[in-house]
Every structure is written in structure tokens, then in C-alpha cells.
């Protein structure tokens, strides 16, 4: 049952395979979009983290009791708050993290544009004596 449920899901142990492969391709489906609480950059299906069990079994409760995908991930953010979905929802407490990467980017290809536009504040350009002198160098010099 495991190796047709996928191998990314290397944490998830066989007791905690659902005998139903709807019900358990569902709870995979949920649980590779929440975060481990413990190592915080992984799924709860990656991660080996006893916390990381205890919501894989919670996730599979709720879906043999009868919740929909969404009750299921509404009753974790509700109990945990959003920082347990990978992927923040898009509403007005996250709007700043959504809009600050792409806004960041614009910004610095903005300022390297100005920067690369503005003329070079160099040495003034050279008096017609200064250009015959360094003219007279070049003769002497063979050039």
C-alpha cells in the first residue's frame, strides 16, 4: 500500500496508512501542505517528529469522521494557527508577505536601473592645453 501511495511520504509509517485509498490519498494530499511544528521547514509527511505523527493520525481522524479537506485544514489553523499550512492563505494579516517579494524585487531592479542610468561623475574633461600635451606624449612615446 505504501509504494503505491508514493515515496515522498517516507515518515509515514504503516500503521498510520488508512485502509481506504481515497480517504488515504486524501489525508497525503492535506498533510504535504502542513508544516512541521517541530522542524519547521518540512511537511508533516517528511518529517520524523513525534508532533508530526500526532497530526498525521489527527488529520487522518478527521477524514474518517466525515470532514471535508478544508474542515480538515480549517481545524489546524484553528488549533495551531496559519504558520502550520507551507503556503500562508492569502487574506489581510498575510498580504505584507505575499506583496513584499515581488514588491522587493521590483524595487532593486528599479534602483539598479536608476544607478546604471545616472551619468559617471568622473574627471572634468580635459582643456585643449592638457589635450595637446598628452597628444604631444603619444607621438613621443610611438604611439
Not at 7 to 30: F, K, Q, W
Not at 51 to 58: E, I, N, Q, V
Not at 83 to 97: M, Q
Request: proline letters at 5%; glycine letters at 8%.
Amino acid at each position: 500500500m505504501a509504494l503505491l501511495v508514493g515515496g515522498s511520504a517516507l515518515a509515514v509509517s504503516p500503521e498510520e496508512v488508512l485502509s481506504d485509498p481515497v480517504l488515504e490519498h486524501r489525508a497525503r494530499e492535506i498533510s504535504a501542505g502542513l508544516r512541521c511544528l517541530v522542524c519547521q521547514n518540512q511537511s508533516i509527511d517528511d518529517s520524523d517528529a513525534d508532533l508530526a505523527k500526532d497530526l498525521r493520525l489527527l488529520v487522518r481522524e478527521r477524514l474518517v469522521a466525515g470532514d471535508s479537506d478544508e474542515q480538515v485544514r480549517q481545524y489546524l489553523v484553528d488549533r495551531y494557527g496559519e504558520f502550520v499550512l507551507l503556503n500562508p492563505r492569502l487574506n489581510d494579516h498575510t498580504l505584507l508577505l505575499w506583496i513584499a517579494g515581488p514588491a522587493l524585487l521590483v524595487g532593486g531592479l528599479l534602483l539598479l536601473l536608476i544607478v546604471g542610468r545616472r551619468p559617471t561623475t568622473g574627471q572634468p574633461p580635459l582643456s585643449a592645453e592638457e589635450q595637446a600635451v598628452l597628444d604631444e606624449l603619444d607621438k613621443s612615446a610611438g604611439n
